[in-house]
C-alpha cells in the first residue's frame, strides 16, 4: 500500500471509527469488511475495498460510485459520439 492510500484510508476511518468507539480496531474492520460484502480473511481485504466502503458508507445507494460518475453519460448514442471522437469535450 502506497503512503498517500494509507493517508487516504486513516482520514476516512479516523471519523466512522470514533462514531462506533465502543469497538476496538479489528472489529471496526471487521464490521467494514461485513457491510461491503468481502467474504474471506480479514487480511485479505483490499484497502480500495475499505476506502471505496467508508466513502459510500453514508450515501444515498443510488448515488455514483466516486471515479465512475466522470464517465457516465445518459444518452447511449452520445456515449458512442464521443468514444468515436466526433462530439468533442
Known sequence: M???RVDELIELLHPAWRKESDLNLLEFLQKLADEAGFQGDLTQITDDTLIYHLKMR?????EM???LQKDYEEDFKTAILRARG???E
Do not use: E, Q
Not at 453514508?58 to 443510488?62: N, P, Q, T
Open 58 to 62: 453514508d450515501a444515498d445507494k443510488a
Open 86 to 88: 466526433i462530439i468533442k
Open 65 to 67: 460510485i466516486p471515479g
Open 2 to 4: 502506497k503512503y498517500h
